[in-house]
């Protein structure tokens, strides 16, 4: 029997030749990381009422590509006279896309009526996102008042992608850290691999992770284009997890949130990513809205380049 070292002595090479040899295995191109553009959620100036084309500007004028806007105010909009083609006009004339908006139809629920109406209202909502050249809207757990068949939501979460590629506006799996049915990112990654769809994404935010009790770890798990949007904020260390809400969210690098990590995370999944300042803060509604989307804008940046 042939040793190796025989063989090697045999072929006229040395061990190391056989490592520079042709057949040698070549190491694995990088994957090459995600791309950040930066978003303002209109939550995060909402106390100040500056109105859906206050906010368009005020995104252009503190440096933003991207606003997410809410269903509701577009609503409003449309009802006081104007048309969705003026607000797209005014989005394109200012340089800003609509990233997503937010909206709560209840197309998620077990009862059958109920459903039927929320995904009646989730196509007239689509409708008009599409008409204002928004491409993506938020889908929450929105009415669901009882614990959940992830299957049979996962069932209905692959309905509404139907629905998305129908009017051109794809639904944003959300979960609420506060929400007692529908809080986890484990529950929301169920529910899309259930869907078993290509185009199905989901749409985490840096206070529902902890608040929720997800923690980070779990987006470590994730790659490609699963994620298109990322909420930022931060939570401060002072309040209980279980009493935090809303309004107590922080601008990012203010709180205690693990910002280095996440940012690395979101970069190892490669695709491109939408990064929206998500705020409920009274004292910054108290402040300037363009100081507060300036000051947001300039600590995502800096997280990201910390990171």
Not at 135 to 160: C, T
Request: charged letters at 30%.
């Amino acid at each position: 029997m042939i040793s190796r070292r025989n063989l090697i002595k045999t072929l006229g090479l040395s061990s190391g030749a056989l490592l520079t040899a042709p057949f040698a295995v070549k190491a694995s191109p990088r994957k090459e990381e995600s791309k950040f553009t930066y978003c303002l959620n209109t939550s995060t100036i909402m106390g100040q009422n500056p109105g859906i084309e206050g906010y368009i500007e005020i995104a252009a004028r503190a440096g933003y590509t991207g606003v997410e806007l809410w269903v509701r105010d577009i609503e409003e909009y449309i009802k006081s006279g104007k048309s969705a083609a003026i607000l797209k006009s005014k989005l394109n004339d200012a340089g800003i896309r609509c990233e997503n908006a937010i909206g709560f139809a209840p197309w998620m629920v077990d009862d059958a009526q109920k459903r039927k109406e929320g995904f009646s209202q989730m196509e007239k909502e689509m409708e008009l996102l599409a008409s204002i050249g928004c491409v993506r809207v938020a889908a929450p757990a929105a009415g669901v008042d009882a614990p959940l068949d992830l299957f049979k939501a996962g069932e209905r979460y692959a309905q509404l992608l139907d629905l998305g590629r129908k009017t051109g506006v794809m639904p944003q799996l959300e979960f609420w850290g506060a929400f007692p049915h529908f809080h986890h990112l484990g529950q929301t990654l169920m529910v899309a691999a259930v869907a078993d769809d290509p185009d199905a994404r989901i749409l985490p935010d840096v206070y529902h992770l902890f608040r929720g009790g997800s923690g980070y770890e779990g987006l470590k798990m994730l790659s490609g284009d699963l994620i298109e949007v990322f909420h930022m904020n931060d939570f401060v260390s002072d309040i209980p997890r279980e009493k935090q809400e809303d309004k107590d969210r922080v601008y990012p690098g203010d709180g205690a949130a693990p910002m280095k990590e996440i940012i690395q995370t979101l970069k190892r999944m490669g695709g491109e990513k939408v990064l929206s300042l998500e705020l409920f803060n009274r004292e910054y509604w108290e402040k300037d809205a363009l100081e507060v989307a300036k000051t947001g804008l300039e600590k995502m940046k800096r997280v990201v380049k910390e990171a």
